[in-house]
């Protein structure tokens, strides 16, 4: 039996024993000091409906925090959802911001053009007229290369280059070869004296040399 019909059977036993109590003897109340129709019931009547109207409100209650809770739960999972759908943009967002920084700071590839303006600025410099003769094919070395320690390796060097013909000159001739394993011995002499010389005599005597292993590769 649910609780609905237990509470109106005990209201229908309420009503029988007032009946009962009302024809048997007249009861007499008498007054008690303190007290109030406010929070007491004055008959087992006014009693069990009061249990009834608390029990409804109660009830009523009841499904109101529930309907609230389910509510608060919706609103909280509303939210859930809303802040997983930011961070997936926020996420995606970022990745297409690095992507784009990345694509217009990214260092490009050097076109034709830039790969031979880089080589014809890295490519060794030919000796002035200053340094070299092309007609008696004689060389003027700095006076760093002139003292006796290089004396053997520049003898060597000067007599290939005046001996250089049409049909001996060039990349790969033998006399460029020679000549060029010549220079690779005057540069390692020289790094050995490096303490010697100053930066700038040891950059410009180190400048000579690579240009003249460069004059040596050109065709007569």
């Known amino acids: 039996m649910s609780v609905y019909?237990?509470?109106?059977?005990?209201?229908?036993?309420?009503?029988?024993?007032?009946?009962?109590?009302?024809?048997?003897?007249?009861v007499v109340y008498r007054p008690i000091y303190g007290w109030n129709f406010l929070?007491?019931?004055?008959?087992?009547?006014?009693?069990?409906l009061r249990g009834q109207a608390a029990w409804l409100e109660s009830a009523g209650q009841a499904s109101y925090y529930d309907s609230m809770a389910a509510l608060n739960y919706q609103q909280a999972y509303k939210q859930s959802l809303e802040n997983r759908l930011l961070q997936t943009e926020v996420y995606y967002t970022r990745k297409e911001m690095a992507k784009e920084y990345q694509q217009r700071y990214a260092e490009k590839p050097p076109t034709m053009e830039d790969v031979k303006?880089?080589?014809?600025?890295?490519?060794p410099q030919r000796l002035t007229p200053q340094q070299f003769d092309t007609r008696s094919g004689r060389l003027n070395w700095p006076h760093v290369l002139r003292e006796a320690r290089y004396d053997a390796v520049r003898h060597k060097i000067d007599s290939l280059m005046v001996s250089r013909s049409a049909e001996d000159s060039g990349d790969g001739s033998p006399s460029h070869t020679k000549i060029r394993q010549f220079v690779e011995v005057m540069k390692m002499l020289l790094k050995e004296n490096m303490d010697r010389v100053t930066p700038q005599q040891y950059a410009n005597a180190k400048a000579f040399l690579v240009s003249l292993e460069f004059e040596a590769r050109q065709q007569l």
Not at 15 to 26: G, I, K, N, R, Y
Not at 117 to 123: D, F, G, L, N
Request: charged residues 15%.
């Open 39 to 48: 929070t007491h019931s004055s008959t087992p009547i006014e009693s069990v």
């Open 117 to 123: 303006r880089i080589a014809k600025v890295a490519a």
């Open 5 to 26: 019909w237990k509470l109106t059977a005990a209201f229908l036993l309420g009503l029988l024993l007032c009946e009962f109590v009302t024809a048997s003897d007249p």
